[in-house]
């Protein structure tokens, strides 16, 4: 089944503890992205990336890292997560973009 | 830089009522849009989309249509179901990979 997987789904976290929520696609899409769903703000886009190794900002990058080794993988780092990045994150792949986005299921973030 | 401003919500219509949600767009060139639905407890699906002005996109009996000259994508169905009940997205992009999405509007439909 094609499909976009994150990991975890569901995360309590303390502020400045590293972490990563990993995402795989099975599609080959060399399109990928992260975005941020808060109530009142809609979806944020915080990194995107075309191809392995090429990755570029998106509005919110501020305190996010990611990685692009490999087509299928996009991980999202958080080096030292705060409150303010409590949050619904949702990875997203494509073939090209246009052609609109598989979204993965979600990961509910909590950052005490 | 590119936005899109969509209706406030919730919205609350009785089943097979006329739906329609409006979204205009601010955005250089001519971008792409796209309308994405969120059920509970899932990600975004691609409803539809419009590549360019005056296209219609449609899906599961919803339309909308790229209308250039308003900069609006206004979603539409003649006739929604309960099945329906979601979050609905509208979005835009000039590039593919640069995405801009409104606030959401809920959708809630009632037998």
């Known amino acids: 089944e094609a499909q976009v997987t994150q990991n975890p789904r569901y995360l309590i976290t303390v502020t400045g503890k590293k972490l990563t929520v990993t995402c795989s696609q099975n599609?080959?899409?060399?399109?990928m992205s992260w975005y941020r769903q808060d109530p009142g703000l809609g979806l944020r886009q915080i990194y995107y990336?075309?191809?392995?190794?090429?990755?570029d900002k998106g509005d919110v990058p501020e305190g996010y890292k990611v990685s692009r080794k490999e087509k299928r993988n996009f991980p999202l780092i958080l080096e030292s997560p705060s409150p303010n990045q409590t949050s619904l994150y949702f990875c997203?792949?494509?073939?090209?973009?246009?052609?609109?986005?598989?979204f993965g299921s979600g990961t509910r973030l909590t950052v005490v | 830089g590119d936005s899109v401003t969509q209706m406030e919500g919730p919205v609350t219509l009785s089943e097979e009522a006329f739906l329609t949600i409006n979204c205009t767009y601010t955005a250089t060139g001519y971008p792409s849009l796209f309308w994405y639905v969120q059920y509970p407890g899932e990600g975004l699906q691609l409803l539809l989309k419009?590549?360019?002005?005056?296209d219609k996109g449609s899906n599961k009996g919803f339309e909308a249509t790229y209308r250039k000259e308003t900069t609006s994508f206004h979603l539409e169905k003649g006739s929604v179901q309960v099945s329906d009940s979601a979050v609905y997205f509208c979005?835009?992009?000039?590039?593919?990979?640069?995405?801009?999405f409104g606030t959401g509007t809920s959708l809630t439909v009632i037998p």
């Open positions: 419009a590549t360019k002005a005056d």
């Open positions: 979005a835009l992009s000039n590039t593919g990979n640069q995405f801009y």
């Open positions: 990336s075309m191809n392995v190794e090429v990755t």
């Open positions: 599609m080959n899409h060399e399109y």
């Open positions: 997203a792949s494509s073939l090209t973009g246009f052609y609109g986005y598989t």
